[in-house]
């Protein structure tokens, strides 16, 4: 028997759940079908929210042939019977699953189907298309972003599946309490082919421990919470390393600890945990912490650094320990971005100016000829100097006088660092106008 979340897959768009922005009245997708103009789509959001049954809604809407493939595990020849039963028919629905690893033998072949209208191709992807397709099937594609559902979808969609005698689960007659109803909703996690397949694996296993049991089933029975506890897992952390979602969870991640909100860092991180991305939250946090505090706090930097290598020492579970203590700090920190935007200013400089050459007396002198060149020769040596300072150029004759570090003061050290920065300043510009005086 096929799953129950292939079962219920919608013959129309009026048994779509959720998605109501395409699909529902006077939306783009509806309209599409209503007026007989359906064009190539590419659908992208998380698994399990409904991009194979949009497509397969506006298959049975349009009364059009339905063909599925994978575009990382079909080859190009099954593209061509898909092909050839579209010339046949006039027009043919493919939904193309994974559609971000199209390579481009199938992408070539794709193309000129796509102008002609013989394949009508639907796309889906849980990665941004923007990032991760091809500009030339973008270009011959409508994108739509689909949204996750909300809990009142999900519950619409048990409901029916409980309701339906044909393909859903009405021939046994059973009910849900609230609470397992709810636990069903919450561990799915948004994921409702997940959530309809836990949903029949506790229907049908709760019905034979019933006739194990010596009762009658067929009478109809109810659901517990606890019952249904035992009959769902947690899903899994909808994650992909290099997918969308990924940088969606780490920039928050990072975000929430720039706002110094200890708990939601505390949410992303433990997400990225239970993704077991022991890597990504470690560069993450590196980042943080010299982007993010940097100077206004270089200890909590260099504690997050320790933190790291104790995580990666331990790995998980108990690499979560080091790295909450390391999160929390972040957030509760003092923050500072002018290391970052003083490295940045300086290379947009070098990349966007003409910032002249290094200094002569700056130039190397340990080789022959240099002195004819007249490189080195007019060094002062800042540690024959008292406090190992003294007054001279170091930025090229184009830069002269250029300020890249704007420390803000955000804390006891990093107001330190700039009183400093400031006297070193003013004591340089003062020594270098005598120079050019005498």
């Not at 349009?62 to 575009?71: E, G, I």
């Not at 969609?157 to 309490?177: F, W």
Request: net charge positive.
């Amino acid at each position: 028997m096929k799953p129950l979340a292939y079962r219920m897959r919608p013959q129309n768009l009026d048994e779509v759940v959720g998605q109501q922005h395409l699909t529902g009245p006077g939306k783009i997708i509806r309209r599409m079908v209503e007026a007989k103009l359906l064009s190539s789509m590419i659908l992208y959001g998380p698994p399990g929210i409904g991009k194979t049954s949009i497509a397969s809604a506006i298959a049975g809407s349009t009364k059009y042939a339905f063909r599925k493939l994978n575009a990382a595990t079909d080859s190009k020849k099954q593209l061509e019977q898909v092909a050839a039963e579209g010339k046949m028919s006039g027009t043919v629905i493919l939904l193309l699953d994974e559609i971000h690893r199209l390579d481009k033998v199938k992408q070539d072949f794709l193309l000129p189907l796509l102008e002609s209208g013989q394949i009508i191709l639907i796309g889906a992807t849980t990665e941004n298309p923007y990032i991760s397709i091809s500009p030339a099937i973008r270009s011959r594609c409508q994108i739509f972003e689909l949204k996750p559902l909300a809990e009142t979808d999900v519950a619409k969609a048990i409901d029916r599946a409980l309701s339906n005698q044909t393909e859903g689960l009405g021939k046994y007659k059973v009910k849900l309490t609230a609470d397992a109803k709810q636990l069903l909703i919450q561990k799915g996690n948004g994921d409702l082919r997940s959530t309809l397949n836990g949903l029949e694996l506790a229907v049908r296993s709760t019905k034979q421990e019933l006739i194990m049991a010596k009762k009658d089933p067929e009478k109809g029975f109810t659901i517990n919470q606890d019952e249904m506890a035992n009959s769902i897992q947690m899903r899994s952390q909808n994650f992909d390393a290099h997918g969308d979602g990924h940088y969606d969870l780490v920039s928050a991640f990072q975000k929430s600890i720039r706002g110094s909100d200890t708990d939601a860092a505390l949410h992303y991180l433990a997400r990225l945990i239970e993704s077991g991305d022991l890597i990504s939250i470690c560069r993450r946090l590196s980042v943080i912490a010299y982007e993010d505090i940097g100077l206004a706090n270089p200890a909590a930097a260099q504690h997050a650094i320790t933190a790291i290598q104790a995580a990666q020492s331990l790995g998980f579970p108990e690499a979560r320990i080091p790295l909450a203590s390391a999160v929390i700090e972040l957030s509760l920190s003092p923050k500072s971005n002018s290391a970052i935007s003083a490295i940045d200013s300086a290379l947009n400089d070098v990349r966007s100016t003409d910032y002249g050459s290094i200094p002569d007396d700056l130039k190397d002198a340990h080789y022959s000829g240099a002195k004819k060149l007249g490189h080195g020769t007019g060094y002062v040596y800042p540690h024959s100097y008292s406090g190992d300072w003294v007054a001279q150029q170091y930025l090229p004759d184009k830069l002269t006088g250029k300020q890249y570090f704007a420390p803000k003061g955000n804390s006891k050290i990093e107001k330190a660092l700039k009183k400093q920065y400031e006297i070193l300043r003013q004591m340089q510009d003062e020594g270098l106008r005598k120079k050019s005086h005498n």
